[in-house]
């Protein structure tokens, strides 16, 4: 895989991430709770769409890096927020932009899981391969 299919990937967990809720008020989150009874099909519709993207991502993501993976990939990126905030250039006080942290966070970690695999494969010479479930 290209550098262009890792920048897809990226791309696409922050596009579901942040279309799903975001500080600023323009997602699904927010469509849903302003609700004044209409298009209330088209409301159902797009959150079953966003369910089964988000089971097919996170699927394959904790499938690649598994419970320890998740687990320092969101500690190293902590820690550099953590780093960034010491040195003066967040604010710690500032509910809007850690919600964007919150978020960014988990994008880059959903999205080292789905391209773990293809990274593997090319450093490695090994593939991963996923069984369905019995």
């Given at each position: 895989?290209?550098?262009?299919?890792?920048?897809?990937?990226?791309?696409?967990?922050?596009?579901?991430?942040?279309?799903?809720?975001?500080?600023?008020?323009?997602?699904?989150?927010?469509?849903?709770?302003?609700?004044?009874?209409?298009?209330?099909?088209?409301?159902?519709?797009?959150?079953?769409?966003?369910?089964?993207?988000?089971?097919?991502?996170l699927?394959?993501?904790?499938?690649?890096?598994?419970?320890?993976?998740?687990?320092?990939s969101?500690?190293?990126?902590?820690?550099?927020?953590m780093?960034?905030?010491?040195?003066?250039?967040?604010?710690?006080?500032?509910?809007?932009?850690?919600?964007?942290?919150?978020?960014?966070?988990?994008?880059?970690?959903?999205a080292?899981?789905l391209?773990?695999?293809?990274?593997?494969?090319?450093?490695?010479?090994?593939?991963?391969?996923?069984?369905?479930?019995?």
């Amino acid at each position: 895989m290209k550098l262009s299919g890792y920048i897809v990937r990226a791309l696409s967990c922050f596009l579901l991430l942040f279309a799903t809720w975001n500080p600023a008020g323009y997602s699904y989150a927010a469509w849903v709770a302003g609700d004044d009874g209409s298009r209330l099909s088209l409301k159902v519709a797009v959150g079953v769409l966003l369910f089964i993207v988000y089971l097919i991502y996170l699927r394959i993501a904790w499938l690649a890096l598994g419970a320890l993976g998740v687990g320092i990939s969101a500690a190293i990126l902590l820690s550099g927020y953590m780093t960034l905030r010491h040195f003066g250039v967040f604010d710690g006080q500032a509910p809007f932009w850690t919600g964007y942290l919150v978020l960014t966070v988990a994008a880059i970690t959903m999205a080292a899981g789905l391209c773990w695999a293809h990274f593997k494969r090319r450093v490695m010479g090994t593939s991963q391969v996923i069984y369905p479930p019995p």
